[in-house]
């Protein structure tokens, strides 16, 4: 498979004056360490193995990735200069590092940077969380996880998620932990929860998701020999609704995108949610993102890979879409009766 890394490098250019590299404040699943480029790229640690799936990604699953930009160089010189670089030059450093220490980055697209106010949902996709060289003592962890989450039965998990709610003026925010412990009923109510604004359930968002659902279903079902093991997928929404755009000056603009840090941390089992008919004319105006993400354990076609060949596509991953679509699909049903 042709590799397109020589495209990315084309197309990653920078001015050393006009970057910087801060932490990524926010961040509602995994738990490696992130920062941000610019509000435009998000940098994450590299990972070989994700490295090699992102420059040789199948043309059928590229619109459903983030966009990969290339790698990035965290340094700091023997005299405490901190810095950044790749193929094109430095980039000034905005945090600390240890001295003579180097790191590397993947370099993604943010998929936050246009909304204002982005609710984010992190979902861990598949009934299997370990990839084809994990140890005996990993493999035996992580069956432990799905078996006593929604992982084995589904094939999906909560896995973290931050919601903005207009009445308090702040984000609201659930972890991984939340996620490692429900069952079917208690992810429903927390897929309910994300899914509400005010009182109303966004229906057209959840509409927008179906579709994209079904679009990524029809791609990884022609995708032989990939899984996914251990990733995710990301549903991000704009929480600020069109009426309160005009008022968007009483938010705070260090509360935007990914960058927030004033997180309100809320107890698990809030009460019962209330909805709205949904209005079909609204789904055209609502724009959703849904991106897969989190590669480090995916296994793929390649010239090292005979040892671990696998046939057909990826059943795990295609069980949780299939059930996350259920659980939306009633979800829309349910709120129409009671409207």
């Known amino acids: 498979m042709k590799s397109n890394s020589d495209f990315v490098q084309r197309q990653f250019k920078f001015h050393p004056d006009e970057l910087s590299l801060k932490p990524l404040k926010a961040q509602v699943g995994g738990h490696v360490y992130m920062k941000i480029l610019n509000d435009q790229y998000v940098c994450k640690p590299l990972n070989e193995r994700e490295l090699q799936f992102y420059q040789n990604i199948p043309k059928n699953l590229a619109d459903h990735v983030p966009a990969f930009q290339g790698t990035l160089v965290e340094n700091e010189d023997s005299s405490g200069n901190r810095g ?33 106010k982005p609710c984010v949902l992190d979902l861990k996709m598949g009934t299997r969380m370990y990839g084809d060289f994990a140890t005996d003592s990993k493999r035996k962890s992580q069956r432990k996880k799905s078996t006593k989450s929604t992982s084995a039965k589904l094939g999906v998990r909560f896995c973290g998620s ?3 709610s207009v009445s308090n003026n702040s984000f ?64 991000i929404y704009e929480g600020l609704l069109k009426e309160e755009k005009s008022d968007s000056q009483h938010f705070s603009d260090a509360e935007n995108s990914m ?58 991953f295609l069980m949780g879409l299939d059930n996350l679509y259920e659980i939306l699909e009633s979800m829309l049903e349910e709120g129409d009766c009671t409207s």
């Open 172 to 235: 609201e925010m659930f972890d991984k932990y939340v996620g490692r412990n429900a069952d079917e009923t208690e992810l429903r109510k927390l897929l309910e929860q994300f899914f509400t604004h005010g009182c109303s359930l966004r229906k057209d968002v959840i509409n927008n998701v179906l579709g994209e659902i079904c679009r990524m279903k029809k791609s990884l079902l022609d995708l032989e020999e990939y899984r996914f093991y251990s990733s995710s997928i990301l549903i």
């Open 259 to 316: 960058d927030c840090e004033n997180f309100k941390m809320e107890a698990f089992g809030s009460g019962s949610l209330e909805s709205t008919k949904y209005r079909k004319d609204e789904v055209s105006s609502c724009t959703v993102t849904m991106k897969m993400i989190d590669f480090a354990n995916i296994s793929f076609p390649s010239v090292d890979s005979e040892q671990f060949r696998h046939e057909g596509p990826d059943r795990g």
């Open 162 to 164: 931050q919601r903005f």
């Open 84 to 116: 950044a670089s790749s193929s094109n030059g430095p980039i000034r450093e905005e945090t600390s590092s240890s001295r003579g220490s180097s790191r590397e980055y993947l370099v993604l697209e943010n998929l936050t940077k246009d909304y204002k």
